[in-house]
């Protein structure tokens, strides 16, 4: 059976579940968002004169939450337009429009019984063979879909999503036991590759896995803050970034999350188990107090932080008085600092005896523990939990990789020191030989699992570059990139340069990449698997080149960036580009020219030079012009100062998009390009693109001349720029800078229609670029850029 899902319903419209309509939404599903019926008018509605019966009376809950979605940050909708593909109504009206969609996702509120009788009436109405399921946080899934008829049983299981649905790449799957093996790969496969997720089997039990491991670490933190009279502040400074975890650590994760919600978390647990685990799953008496009291975190203006001004106070459990924040420094935490890679820095804390060696110790040790004993009971293998704990909190490493990286046999010997009971598993396994959890060999990687390696089974969409280079090597490198061999025929070149900031050690090797690839392959592939595709050129070694007075070196840079990204335009075999997370200035230069873009949903691309008081250099101004020319239907005139004006005002006001699909709606994308949901899979659908222009005989674009909009439309493109600036909203540099991207947009002092051509367009972008690193304005604010990590409006 070929299953697919093409229109889906959720039920329930509050934060959750219009988050997952919107991501349904954001993949191009259709979605009815139901909710129940309201039972009295608001004072609005009796003003219009509406009664319970008027179908927006009705409808409100959930079309008010679906209008919410437009406001809500961070955005849940990769693009506005996408809500149209979203329809509200209510429990009463549409559940028989049940029968027209794939699948049913319950996200009403944690109730069992409320979930029930949604699910009896969900029964009524489902066609067969619909996938129905719950995004419960951990109330069983068995429980809810008992009494229900056989075939809703064999196509139910639980979808539990993470919040925010968008951004949150973990969903966890929780079948019953008489849930149809064929569903269940179905949805494994479907989060994957459409949903774009991390997905993990988890078996039913209290909060699955990642809540379950997360919400213990969490309480084991709070229980050793207070035993160790350590602040809110001392332990947000070393359980975030020091330590791979995210930038919000321990007490900010909270505050967003919320206190209320974390609570119902903790509770599911303390409700469900026994001995000291439900002692370590009740809430302390003074976070009590703190939801006494409202103090929940970001939703009611103050939690574990309370922002006064500027300035950030931390609580203090003891008072509930809040106090200047405090940093936890002490030797351990500045030698970690020196060290590299996070295995190294992990090592040097906890093994310290320092304040924050010996928190952190008391804090990971039992964590490791708990994930060890729960083996089994919550998942299947340790790499179900590691990922959870990756996908659903943002941990560079798993609990299993965290104990591999600080040393099993060394911390397992520590903890026997301390008293601490280590599963007879673990014990096991050290005895047998075995020193770390996780085996890296030629042909893969390997996880230890019920006494033996079993060989980890990737999608094969998924490219690991470090494992490739590994096993393969690398063809050519030097300090700022690595030219690889991706198989197939297909090569690709790597930036590893600080941050993926473009020099001249990356032009030489994109010359480098090209000529081999005409050479030796079918076609090339930008990309890397950092932080983010590329942050624009190296603004450092600019700003030196520019304080020295050294213009002419920077002339030559800015050519041989040109040059380069004209060798990737008319390269004779495809270049495609694979652009995610910040693709800013340089890195959005190096996509522009490519045959073709892969770009990954989460990609915020712009030409954002004005920020730092520059103009685009490497061709972006002329790229983005003539993307704009090429994407205006054929045959058919067009206004071409209207073209001309849309350019400037993108470039001018440094626009970003927020996703991938808003690339798009920017003409950074044209529709042919291409936008990956699922970012591990975006060097694969990348090297996929190459091997399918190579397949259909591609050839590179024609050189054509470019018409352009001269003088006159000089003169129009700077009548908003002089309206904004006497009207105080830009600064007499901003005009200037202005002034110098509207003569390049509009192709200098010609008449109106001449047709130029690229060379010429690029000679006078370069010449705008070199006359603005002059400018001491300009070196002002790349310097402010440089260190505070913001523009400067000078």
Known sequence: MVRQIQKAAVLGSGVMGSGIAAHLANIGIPTLLLDIVPRELTEDEKKKGLTLEDPQVRNRISQGNLQKLLKQKPAPLTSKKNIALIQAGNFEDDMKRLSEVDWIIEVVVENLDIKKKVFEQVDQYRKLGSIVSSNTSGISVEAMAEGRSEDFQRHFLGTHFFNPPRYLKLLEIIPTKKTDPEVLSFMKQFGEDVLGKGVVEAKDTPNFIANRIGTYGLLVTVKEMTKGGYSVGEVDSVTGPLVGRPKSA??????????????????????????????????????????????LGSKSGQGFFLKQGKEILELNPNTLQYEERKKLKTPSTEMSKQEKGLSNKLKALVYSKDRAGTLLWNIFSPVLVYSAELLGTIADDIVAIDNAMKWGFGWELGPFETWDAIGVEKSVAKMKEEGKKVPEWVEDMLASGVTSFYQEREDGLYFYHKGEFKLLEENPKVINLKRLKKQKGVIKKNSGASFIDLGDGVALLEFHSPNNAIGLDIIQMINFAVDEVEKNFKGLVIGNQGKNFCVGANLAMILMEAQDDNIFEIDMVVRHFQQAMMKIKYSSKPVVAAPFGMTLGGGTEVCLPAAHIQASAETYMGLVEVGVGLI?????????????????????????????????????????????????????????????????????????????????????????????????????????????????????????????LAFVIAGGKVPYGTEVDEQYLLDLEREAFLSLVEQPKSQARMQHMLVKGKPLRN
């Open 616 to 740: 685009p250099g490497g061709g972006g101004n002329k790229e983005l012009y003539i993307k704009h020319l090429e994407s205006m239907p054929s045959g058919v005139e067009f206004d071409l100062q209207k073209v001309a004006n849309k350019v400037f005002e993108t470039i001018a006001m440094a626009k970003v998009s927020t996703s991938g699909e808003e690339a798009r709606d920017l003409n950074l994308l044209n529709r042919t390009d291409g936008i990956s949901v699922n970012g591990d899979h975006l060097l694969y659908d990348a090297k996929q693109a190459v091997l399918s222009l190579y397949e259909k005989g591609y050839k590179p674009p024609v050189r054509k001349k470019i018409p352009v909009v001269g003088e006159t439309g000089y003169a129009t493109l700077l009548l908003g720029a002089q309206a904004m600036y006497l009207s105080g909203y830009i600064s007499e540099h901003d005009l200037k800078i202005a002034k110098k």
């Open 250 to 295: 321990t007490f900010r994760t909270l505050d967003v999350v919320g206190l209320d919600t974390f609570a119902h978390v903790a509770k599911n647990v303390y409700d469900q188990v026994e001995g000291e685990e439900k002692e370590v799953f009740e809430v302390p008496d003074f976070m009590k107090k703190m939801l006494e009291n409202g103090w």
